[in-house]
């Protein structure tokens, strides 16, 4: 059977009501995975300290000074502030380039000599809009049915 019977293409005849229910039940499944994640990524805060530095911090209030209190989280907004702060300039630097090193064009010389195709057949592909390769066994090019663009 033919994959494109399978799947279907046209979600808008979908009922809305079948989709709403579909999109809930997908919901519930991802709350479900997160939740199996959670005993690992607790273990893992629990092995890197965090609860330690909570319990230290937060919640022994005789053993912290108001200072630490507003520090933390004035440490997390600064680095969270630098690191946009050099994306946006990363952003502006590199903005209008598809590279940050420009790459040299490869001329139909090189490309069809890489193909191992002819050089006429190499200059019939690059001026086709539509082509139709024909290949040998040994996967080189060997003629093309093409339309001018």
Request: aromatic share 8%; glycine share 6%; net charge positive.
């Amino acid at each position: 059977m033919n994959a494109d019977k399978i799947i279907i293409n046209c979600p808008e005849r979908v009922a809305r009501r079948q989709r709403t229910l579909f999109g809930l039940l997908t919901l519930l499944v991802w709350i479900g995975y997160a939740y199996l994640w959670l005993p690992l990524i607790t273990l893992l805060l629990w092995l890197l300290g965090f609860r330690t530095a909570h319990v230290q911090l937060y919640l022994k209030s005789h053993d912290a000074q108001p200072f630490f209190l507003l520090v933390i989280p004035l440490i997390v907004l600064a680095a969270a502030l630098l690191q946009i702060g050099w994306a946006e300039y990363n952003r502006r630097r590199f903005q209008g380039r598809e590279r940050r090193n420009p790459v040299a064009d490869v001329g139909l010389a090189e490309v069809s000599v890489d193909m191992g195709a002819t050089l006429g057949l190499t200059r019939q592909l690059q001026e086709a809009r539509v082509a139709t390769l024909h290949m040998s066994e040994d996967a080189r090019p060997l003629s093309t049915n093409t339309r001018q663009a």
